[in-house]
């Protein structure tokens, strides 16, 4: 009796499909394009596209004033600007040798930590509904808006702040600042543990992040992940902790570290990152020692003649910014940024290979990039 | 502003040159020095093929006669010539390199042609023939262990005959030390690409060929990045300038360089 025999891919197409997504889809945060080449529904290769919001930022910095650039940071990480504000005002300090008052590192301490609750809250709003969970999005943003009326009482405005001066801070914290943060801790305290109960043991959750994009540690320091992506890996590195900046060396913290390196743990890393930011920020508010808000620096800002290289930890990862001084003009020779969005993208074409066009989605969510930065 | 920059940048050179040709006119605008125009002529002839190399041609002039007077007078340049390189200051007597460094030195001789040490950073010139050899053994040497590339970028520094500075900024996760390696290349000379050593440089060597035009050998994927592709010029060159004719540049690059050419003039006057 023979067998009836059976044809493969005889009634279906085999070719590679080659889909866009972008630069105009709402979960690609932006103005991002992935070009898939997918077989049936699994992705064989990506091309990632950027530059869409490319505004030169580099080369308009390099035409203005050292003290004029300082707002031009802040379009880059729009959701985290303090933090640009911070590194860029750092690497000149740093140039110009100039020495910032304790009292303003602890309110930078305080201003970087706060943004990092804000631009950890944006991505878990989003990155939960590009998934699915809708509740989460309007969760997290509730508690955004009260970090930004935070900064607006301290620098007047809620999205690009301008919120630093090189030297120290423009301002003083407004009285009862310092109070209205600590409220904010305990009430955001308990709002962690809300997502977290929406989210950490959900089955829907689980089945969307555990063991989507998988990298091991050292594929990713290879590949120039930095941030909570990083450690998410199993690798401890926090600029933090490594090489302190602000007034980090004397707090006390932990660096949550992931083991799987897979979406999922980074969704962990970054909601403990949360508590331990609040814990940081309660240590910085109770121990805001007084004196001046501003170093020594001279009126017309010329840093001598040299180079430097300079990092913080930024919400997203290694923030760096490469400076060149001629010594004699009133801008910057050089002005340079190591995006940490820009270098964590890189890795999305080695996440995304061999899984499903659903989980790109949730794996551009996952590496928590802001275009703004990415383009520059 | 502009104004002023260019005058003060054409007349030190002009200056200079007065020691090696004796009859090189001193005050002339660069560009019309007899010794000069055959370069000033040829890049604006074939400039409307080549679109924003016209730019270049008002501040190229200046380069070789900087160059040629370097020699003469290394120790004091003209204060109003732009600037030919960072300092790239020595260690003070008193700090030891890193031993890492001095293992590099060992292992590899040659490979490290200048140190400096400025602000508490590290940096090693490397002579750009030898950068593979240096790189791999930072990477792969245990005492070393620099396995994350945190930035590879690019300085132009437009007299100089090597115009580019090619840094890169390694990072060690296992020691946590950093060290930036700078590398001098001309304008079409190849620098070899670290990619194969580091997947992160991958993008940010695509950048820096974006934005300076370095020629990335090796290179797995060398095409613009922020970039339209079909973009001409390199944006973060020092002659590229700041405000440019935008999409009018690709459609027609004639009536640009017209409008740059009356807009020059006007300025001189």
Same mark, same amino acid.
């Given at each position: 009796?023979?067998?009836?025999?059976?044809?493969?891919?005889?009634?279906?197409?085999?070719?590679?499909?080659?889909?866009?997504?972008?630069?105009?889809?709402?979960?690609?945060?932006?103005?991002?394009?992935?070009?898939?080449?997918?077989?049936?529904?699994?992705?064989?290769?990506?091309?990632?596209?950027?530059?869409?919001?490319?505004?030169?930022?580099?080369?308009?910095?390099?035409?203005?004033?050292?003290?004029?650039?300082?707002?031009?940071?802040?379009?880059?990480?729009?959701?985290?600007?303090?933090?640009?504000?911070?590194?860029?005002?750092?690497?000149?300090?740093?140039?110009?040798?100039?020495?910032?008052?304790?009292?303003?590192?602890?309110?930078?301490?305080?201003?970087?930590?706060?943004?990092?609750?804000?631009?950890?809250?944006?991505?878990?709003?989003?990155?939960?509904?590009?998934?699915?969970?809708?509740?989460?999005?309007?969760?997290?943003?509730?508690?955004?808006?009260?970090?930004?009326?935070?900064? !607006?009482?301290?620098?007047?405005?809620?999205?690009?702040?301008?919120?630093?001066?090189?030297?120290?801070?423009?301002?003083?914290?407004?009285?009862?600042?310092?109070?209205?943060?600590?409220?904010?801790?305990?009430?955001?305290?308990?709002?962690?543990?809300?997502?977290?109960?929406?989210?950490?043991?959900?089955?829907?959750?689980?089945?969307?992040?555990?063991?989507?994009?998988?990298?091991?540690?050292?594929?990713?320091?290879?590949?120039?992940?930095?941030?909570?992506?990083?450690?998410?890996?199993?690798?401890?590195?926090?600029?933090?902790?490594? !090489? &302190?900046?602000?007034?980090?060396? !004397?707090?006390?913290?932990?660096?949550?570290?992931?083991?799987?390196?897979?979406?999922?743990?980074?969704?962990?890393?970054?909601?403990?990152?949360?508590?331990?930011?609040?814990?940081?920020?309660?240590?910085?508010?109770?121990?805001?020692?007084?004196? &001046?808000?501003?170093?020594?620096?001279?009126?017309?800002?010329?840093?001598?003649?040299?180079?430097?290289?300079?990092?913080?930890?930024?919400?997203?990862?290694?923030?760096?910014?490469?400076?060149?001084?001629?010594?004699?003009?009133?801008?910057?020779?050089?002005?340079?940024?190591?995006?940490?969005?820009?270098?964590?993208?890189?890795?999305?074409?080695?996440?995304?290979?061999?899984?499903?066009?659903?989980?790109?989605?949730?794996?551009?969510?996952?590496?928590?990039?802001?275009?703004?930065?990415?383009?520059? | 502003?502009?104004?002023?920059?260019?005058? +003060?940048?054409?007349?030190?050179?002009?200056?200079?040159?007065?020691?090696?040709?004796?009859?090189?006119?001193?005050?002339?605008?660069?560009?019309?020095?007899?010794?000069?125009?055959?370069? +000033?002529?040829?890049?604006?002839?074939?400039?409307?093929?080549?679109?924003?190399?016209?730019?270049?041609?008002?501040?190229?002039?200046?380069?070789?006669?900087?160059?040629?007077?370097?020699?003469?007078?290394?120790?004091?340049?003209?204060?109003?010539?732009?600037?030919?390189?960072?300092?790239?200051?020595?260690?003070?007597?008193?700090?030891?390199?890193?031993?890492?460094?001095?293992?590099?030195?060992?292992?590899?001789?040659? +490979?490290?042609?200048?140190?400096?040490?400025?602000?508490?950073?590290?940096?090693?010139?490397?002579?750009?023939?030898?950068?593979?050899?240096?790189?791999?053994?930072?990477?792969?040497?245990?005492?070393?262990?620099?396995?994350?590339?945190?930035?590879?970028?690019?300085?132009?520094?437009?007299?100089?005959?090597?115009?580019?500075?090619?840094?890169?900024?390694?990072?060690?996760?296992?020691?946590?030390?950093?060290?930036?390696?700078?590398?001098?290349?001309?304008?079409?000379?190849?620098?070899?690409?670290?990619?194969?050593?580091?997947?992160?440089?991958?993008?940010?060597?695509?950048?820096?060929?974006?934005?300076?035009?370095?020629?990335?050998?090796?290179?797995?994927?060398?095409?613009?990045?922020?970039?339209?592709?079909?973009?001409?010029?390199?944006?973060?060159?020092?002659?590229?300038?700041?405000?440019?004719?935008?999409?009018?540049?690709?459609?027609?690059?004639?009536?640009?360089?017209?409008?740059?050419?009356?807009?020059?003039?006007?300025?001189?006057?």
């Amino acid at each position: 009796m023979a067998t009836p025999q059976v044809h493969h891919g005889a009634m279906f197409d085999t070719n590679e499909l080659v889909i866009n997504m972008g630069p105009q889809h709402p979960s690609t945060h932006g103005v991002l394009r992935v070009v898939l080449r997918l077989d049936g529904e699994k992705v064989v290769d990506a091309d990632v596209i950027i530059g869409y919001l490319h505004r030169g930022i580099e080369k308009l910095s390099e035409n203005r004033n050292w003290t004029q650039i300082i707002l031009l940071t802040d379009r880059m990480d729009y959701v985290a600007a303090a933090t640009s504000n911070v590194g860029y005002c750092e690497t000149v300090e740093k140039l110009m040798s100039v020495e910032v008052p304790r009292r303003a590192r602890y309110v930078r301490t305080i201003l970087c930590e706060l943004q990092r609750i804000a631009s950890h809250c944006l991505w878990v709003g989003t990155h939960a509904m590009d998934i699915g969970a809708m509740t989460v999005f309007l969760y997290a943003f509730r508690e955004r808006e009260l970090i930004l009326d935070l900064f !607006e009482e301290f620098c007047g405005a809620r999205l690009t702040y301008n919120s630093m001066r090189i030297g120290g801070l423009p301002l003083d914290i407004p009285p009862g600042w310092d109070r209205k943060v600590l409220e904010f801790c305990s009430v955001m305290d308990t709002k962690v543990g809300e997502y977290e109960e929406l989210l950490t043991h959900n089955r829907i959750w689980l089945e969307r992040t555990r063991g989507i994009g998988v990298i091991p540690g050292p594929e990713a320091v290879a590949i120039g992940l930095s941030g909570p992506a990083l450690r998410a890996s199993g690798v401890v590195r926090d600029i933090r902790k490594d !090489e &302190p900046y602000a007034a980090y060396d !004397e707090m006390d913290f932990d660096i949550p570290i992931g083991t799987a390196g897979d979406t999922y743990d980074r969704y962990l890393v970054r909601m403990e990152e949360f508590r331990q930011s609040l814990r940081i920020i309660r240590q910085a508010t109770e121990g805001i020692p007084e004196g &001046p808000i501003v170093g020594k620096v001279p009126r017309l800002i010329k840093p001598p003649a040299g180079e430097t290289y300079h990092a913080i930890e930024s919400p997203k990862g290694e923030l760096g910014y490469f400076i060149v001084s001629d010594g004699k003009s009133t801008n910057p020779y050089r002005f340079r940024v190591r995006p940490p969005s820009f270098c964590n993208l890189q890795a999305l074409r080695r996440l995304v290979k061999g899984h499903l066009v659903a989980d790109v989605v949730a794996l551009i969510g996952s590496i928590d990039i802001v275009l703004g930065e990415v383009d520059r | 502003m502009g104004l002023n920059g260019d005058s +003060g940048d054409s007349d030190a050179p002009g200056k200079q040159s007065q020691q090696t040709p004796p009859d090189a006119a001193a005050d002339k605008p660069a560009g019309s020095t007899p010794a000069e125009p055959l370069k +000033g002529e040829v890049s604006r002839t074939d400039a409307p093929g080549a679109g924003v190399s016209a730019a270049p041609a008002t501040a190229r002039p200046a380069a070789p006669a900087a160059a040629g007077a370097k020699p003469a007078a290394p120790a004091h340049p003209a204060a109003a010539a732009p600037p030919s390189g960072p300092p790239d200051p020595p260690p003070p007597a008193g700090t030891t390199p890193p031993a890492f460094i001095t293992s590099l030195q060992a292992a590899i001789p040659g +490979g490290v042609s200048a140190l400096s040490y400025w602000l508490g950073d590290w940096t090693i010139i490397v002579p750009v023939a030898r950068l593979i050899e240096v790189a791999s053994h930072l990477r792969d040497a245990p005492d070393a262990a620099f396995d994350f590339c945190s930035d590879v970028t690019a300085t132009d520094w437009p007299p100089r005959a090597e115009r580019f500075d090619v840094i890169y900024c390694l990072y060690s996760t296992r020691h946590r030390h950093r060290i930036r390696v700078k590398v001098k290349a001309a304008e079409n000379q190849p620098v070899a690409s670290v990619t194969p050593l580091w997947p992160a440089a991958n993008w940010l060597e695509r950048e820096v060929f974006d934005m300076f035009g370095v020629n990335f050998t090796g290179h797995p994927d060398r095409r613009r990045i922020l970039m339209p592709e079909d973009w001409q010029g390199y944006p973060q060159r020092k002659d590229y300038p700041l405000e440019g004719p935008g999409e009018l540049l690709m459609e027609n690059p004639l009536d640009w360089l017209k409008l740059r050419q009356a807009r020059d003039e006007a300025d001189i006057e």
